[in-house]
Nanobody, 120 residues
Framework: QAQLVESGGGLVQPGGSLRLSCSVV?????????VTWYRQAQGEKRQLVAR???????KYADSVKGRFTISRDDAKNTVFLQMDSLKVEDTGEYLC?????????????WGQGTQVIVSS
């Protein structure tokens, strides 16, 4: 069964950069029409950070526009989230999500999350 696996989180100082990866294991990323990155900060609602479609269309939360870039490499079965000029308020657990299609069935896949801490 296909799974999503995130990686790349860590501790970084304000103004620094991280690149997160969301990889499809035991499946193909082309079976997911949209891959979305969410942020779950402690005590707050889960928020959409960025989304990319199969065709490459992108959407960003206003708070990350100009700082974050989402991209996909179908050959690597991976979606990336390049995060630059990080701010303390970017801290949280980052999760990727996508609806995986197998024939007529749609499966709502979530990764386990990767923690990002922006702190001096």
């Amino acid at each position: 069964q296909a799974q999503l696996v995130e990686s790349g989180g860590g501790l970084v100082q304000p103004g620094g950069s991280l690149r997160l990866s969301c990889s499809v294991v035991s499946g193909s990323i082309t079976s997911i029409s949209e891959v979305t990155w969410y942020r779950q900060a402690q005590g707050e609602k889960r928020q959409l950070v960025a989304r990319i479609s199969r065709g490459g269309s992108t959407k960003y939360a206003d708070s990350v526009k100009g700082r974050f870039t989402i991209s996909r490499d179908d050959a690597k079965n991976t979606v990336f989230l390049q995060m630059d000029s990080l701010k303390v308020e970017d801290t949280g657990e980052y999760l990727c999500n996508g609806d995986y299609t197998i024939g007529p069935s749609l499966y709502d896949l979530w990764g386990q999350g990767t923690q990002v801490i922006v702190s001096s």
